[in-house]
């Protein structure tokens, strides 16, 4: 590819389809019709000398080429807007729509401070809440899936920090809080020691994000060389709550999640008798998103949301 004569239009078309996934959405976000952004992407294509993404049945599917190309391309991209427009952002006349990925919980935690910042500020912005079903979210961020994903990643979290500045992903911590097990006022356990063979002897109930059948509990017991019986899972942690209250199973919860629930009132909540560790929720966001004045001043308010000063 001759650089010299690159037309660098292109590189915006290809930033657009590679956030949007469809040729229609990137010809909507440029404000251009959809023959211009196909005739656009062809040229690209040549000016590559390889195609960059491949059409399916619910949009365009980049190539590895393509994947590897757009950090660099987004972070130049955002380097210049930065560099001829700095902060150029007004969230009372710039409409624009983000995408979050956490669990019912976390949502329930931090979204009404979240509005509550957008109203304060006459904010245009949109917020659409999407489900985590994963421990990992690093595919739905590099892919442009979701704008931000919240939630206890601790894999990717010491990745991250391990690889530093060269790490494809940032983050920042929101907040910490530790597992508890609950169970209903007047359950069997409630005025008994919570020995690890009562915990043991219990029947349970497993609150999973992910829909796995095992989860961080019957790791930890396994390395202890006992099990439990889980009679149900669930995916939501408001169900959970209204499960525990309505029976004898026994269920292990973010002590910060309990008032998300709906019935903390109606639940006790216990110490465990083994350690799982404390639960850091994290904010995770793509570094060629890192200067892009919306996106900053998103992760500010989701930072005031969760009590920590940006």
């Known amino acids: 590819m001759n650089f010299r004569t690159l037309d660098l239009n292109l590189l915006r078309v290809f930033d657009a389809l590679m956030s949007e996934g469809s040729l229609t959405r990137a010809a909507e976000v440029l404000a251009i019709t959809q023959p211009a952004a196909s ?3 062809k040229r690209l294509h040549e000016a590559v000398g390889e195609a960059l993404f491949v059409r ?12 590897a190309l757009w950090p660099q391309v987004r972070a130049a991209l955002g380097a210049l807007q930065q560099a001829l427009a700095p902060g150029a952002f007004d969230p009372q006349t710039q409409a624009v729509t983000f995408r979050l990925a956490m669990t019912d919980a976390t949502a329930a935690l931090l979204a009404p401070a979240l509005v509550a910042e957008i109203e304060r500020e006459r904010a245009l912005c ?21 704008d931000l994903a919240i939630g206890h990643f601790p894999d990717t979290v010491t990745a991250l920090l391990a690889a530093g500045r060269d790490a494809a992903l940032r983050q920042a911590r929101l907040y910490d809080t530790r597992h508890v097990c ?9 005025d008994r020691p919570l020995t690890l063979d009562a915990y043991c002897d ?13 989860g961080y509990v ?28 309505q029976s004898d199973l026994l269920a292990v919860l973010p ?3 309990l008032p998300a629930t709906g019935h903390q009132h109606a639940l006790l909540a216990r110490e465990l008798p083994f350690d799982l560790g404390a639960i850091q929720v994290s904010m995770l966001w793509h570094m060629r998103r890192d200067a892009e004045p919306a996106h900053r001043w998103l992760r500010e308010r989701v930072l005031r949301a969760a009590g920590v000063q940006p």
Do not use: C, W
Request: aromatic letters at 4%; glycine letters at 6%.
């Open 182 to 190: 609950v169970m209903r006022h007047g359950h069997p356990l409630a």
């Open 202 to 214: 219990a029947h349970h109930l497993l609150a999973s994000s992910t829909g796995r059948a095992l």
């Open 39 to 41: 005739h656009a992407l």
């Open 255 to 257: 002590l910060a999640f």
């Open 218 to 245: 019957d790791q930890a017991l396994t390395a202890l060389g006992r099990q439990r019986r889980v009679v149900m899972s669930v995916n939501q942690f408001y169900t959970a709550g209204q499960v525990v209250t």
């Open 126 to 146: 949109n917020l659409r809440v999407l489900p985590l079903t994963t421990s990992d979210p690093q595919r739905l961020i590099q892919q442009a899936e979701v």
């Open 56 to 67: 399916n049945a619910f949009g365009m599917t980049p190539t590895p080429k393509a994947q």
